[in-house]
């Protein structure tokens, strides 16, 4: 009896009732119908949408980006705040554990986030076509359909279920194209895909274009996603763990290719993996990404030679040294905040070793380091480098 008294004392911290449930979920509704009662009017002007370019060099620019999904048990902040820039000609990877973000911010970008649920509630999103931008955030849904594949192009994280197992690889890539050139005949079409496949390394083109996505291997999969986002030749793709499910030959032979890629159509890259490896290999510029924020940004080098907020050290510290004998790798203490109900201090203060005085305050400010290296860390703040000295 004592056992089971003690039972119904114990309430989980994460408990919610049913009432509660759908108290939120009420809520919710309300808040996600309004945005889509926005989303889907008729004829919105061009004003609400195009835009400027804070740098025209850039190709992308992410400007304090919420992505949120409202959920039964409340809102998840997926990315709280986000603010990056694409420049043009270069790569820029974004590094983070998993659940960080990375992702939902790249599938903001393609307007490809799960709604109603999923909604991009505040921030700007500026894209550069050349001779005007346009904020993603606002942008109506018959308008990014010329972007996507035109424009924008994102490879998926796993080429098996982005592909549609009972159609064609020919098929799959005829449609990409075909969409975007009305003007082009089918044999125009089927001669560009095979020159596509050709482009990205498929030796036998002609054989690939008949075959089902189930009988080529997880790299010749992946290849002709790679196919299928360039077929437009866009100004940016976005690279989503293109070689997590690949053995290290083939991950070689793919981000040499994209490499060469990128150089052949003067497109951007961004980059998203949790390797950082590949990261220090690909990317001109770096963003580490925790719990839906950017920690930490600059260019490769300055990011691998002088990693400066706690949790970008812990990442560096974490991964394996060619030469160097350990008993154990590091890997970094404690786990990540509840995404439905996150602190208002910094986000990495409770896993975190380098605690100052100041860190017992709000979320620490972007603090700029050097022209392209910023770090969210109250350590680098002009009181706490004084307490140091």
Same mark, same amino acid.
């Given at each position: 009896? *004592?056992?089971?008294?003690?039972?119904?004392?114990? @309430?989980?911290?994460?408990?919610?009732?049913?009432?509660?449930?759908?108290?939120?979920?009420?809520?919710?509704?309300?808040?996600?119908?309004?945005?889509?009662?926005?989303?889907?009017?008729?004829?919105?002007?061009?004003?609400?949408?195009?835009?400027? #370019?804070?740098? +025209?060099?850039?190709?992308?620019?992410?400007? !304090?980006?919420?992505?949120?999904?409202?959920?039964?048990?409340?809102?998840?902040?997926?990315?709280?705040?986000?603010?990056?820039?694409?420049?043009?000609?270069?790569?820029?990877?974004?590094? *983070?554990?998993?659940?960080?973000?990375?992702?939902?911010?790249?599938?903001?970008? #393609?307007?490809? /986030?799960?709604?109603?649920?999923?909604?991009?509630?505040?921030?700007?999103?500026?894209?550069?076509?050349?001779?005007?931008?346009?904020?993603?955030?606002?942008?109506?849904?018959?308008?990014?359909?010329?972007?996507?594949?035109?424009?924008?192009?994102?490879?998926?994280?796993?080429?098996?279920?982005?592909?549609?197992?009972?159609?064609?690889?020919?098929?799959? /890539?005829?449609?990409?194209?075909?969409?975007?050139?009305?003007?082009?005949?089918?044999?125009?079409?089927?001669?560009?895909?095979?020159?596509?496949?050709?482009?990205?390394?498929?030796?036998?083109?002609?054989?690939?274009?008949?075959?089902? +996505?189930?009988?080529?291997?997880?790299?010749?999969?992946?290849?002709?996603?790679?196919?299928?986002?360039?077929?437009?030749?866009?100004?940016?793709?976005?690279?989503?763990? +293109?070689?997590?499910?690949?053995?290290?030959?083939?991950?070689?032979?793919?981000?040499?290719?994209?490499?060469?890629? @990128?150089?052949?159509?003067?497109?951007?890259?961004?980059?998203?993996?949790?390797?950082?490896? /590949?990261?220090?290999?690909?990317?001109?510029?770096?963003?580490?990404?925790?719990?839906?924020?950017?920690?930490?940004?600059?260019?490769?080098?300055?990011?691998?030679?002088? +990693?400066?907020?706690?949790?970008?050290?812990?990442? #560096? !510290?974490?991964?394996?040294?060619?030469?160097? @004998?350990?008993?154990?790798?590091?890997?970094?203490?404690?786990?990540?905040? !509840?995404? /439905?109900?996150?602190?208002?201090?910094?986000?990495? @203060?409770?896993?975190?070793?380098?605690?100052?005085?100041?860190?017992?305050?709000?979320?620490?400010?972007?603090?700029?380091?050097?022209?392209?290296?910023?770090?969210?860390?109250?350590?680098?703040?002009?009181?706490?480098?004084?307490?140091?000295?």
């Amino acid at each position: 009896m *004592g056992l089971l008294g003690n039972k119904k004392k114990v @309430k989980s911290v994460n408990y919610i009732s049913a009432k509660e449930a759908r108290r939120i979920s009420k809520e919710n509704r309300k808040i996600t119908s309004e945005i889509e009662k926005m989303r889907n009017r008729k004829n919105i002007p061009r004003e609400e949408y195009v835009t400027q #370019m804070k740098n +025209p060099d850039n190709v992308v620019e992410f400007d !304090n980006v919420h992505t949120y999904f409202y959920t039964d048990i409340g809102v998840v902040k997926a990315v709280d705040g986000v603010s990056f820039e694409v420049p043009r000609g270069k790569t820029v990877g974004i590094v *983070g554990e998993s659940g960080c973000g990375k992702s939902v911010t790249s599938l903001s970008m #393609m307007q490809l /986030v799960q709604r109603p649920t999923g909604q991009t509630v505040e921030g700007e999103i500026r894209f550069n076509i050349g001779t005007e931008a346009y904020n993603i955030v606002k942008t109506p849904i018959k308008e990014m359909q010329k972007l996507r594949g035109n424009q924008m192009a994102m490879i998926f994280q796993e080429p098996m279920t982005a592909l549609n197992p009972v159609f064609r690889i020919g098929m799959q /890539v005829d449609e990409v194209i075909s969409l975007h050139n009305e003007q082009m005949s089918k044999e125009q079409v089927k001669e560009r895909t095979i020159e596509l496949l050709e482009m990205v390394g498929i030796a036998n083109s002609t054989g690939v274009y008949r075959m089902y +996505p189930h009988e080529l291997s997880g790299g010749m999969r992946q290849r002709v996603m790679i196919a299928m986002g360039l077929a437009c030749n866009p100004q940016l793709i976005v690279a989503d763990e +293109p070689t997590t499910a690949l053995d290290v030959t083939i991950q070689a032979q793919i981000l040499d290719l994209l490499r060469n890629l @990128k150089d052949k159509i003067n497109s951007s890259i961004m980059l998203i993996t949790h390797d950082l490896g /590949v990261i220090a290999e690909m990317a001109d510029y770096v963003v580490v990404m925790y719990a839906g924020r950017v920690v930490e940004k600059g260019t490769a080098q300055e990011i691998f030679k002088h +990693p400066c907020h706690p949790y970008t050290i812990g990442l #560096m !510290n974490s991964k394996p040294v060619v030469g160097k @004998k350990v008993d154990r790798l590091y890997s970094i203490p404690g786990k990540v905040p !509840n995404p /439905v109900d996150m602190p208002n201090y910094c986000y990495f @203060k409770d896993r975190c070793d380098r605690c100052v005085e100041a860190c017992n305050g709000a979320y620490p400010q972007e603090i700029r380091l050097s022209n392209t290296h910023f770090v969210s860390c109250y350590r680098y703040t002009e009181d706490a480098v004084k307490e140091e000295k």
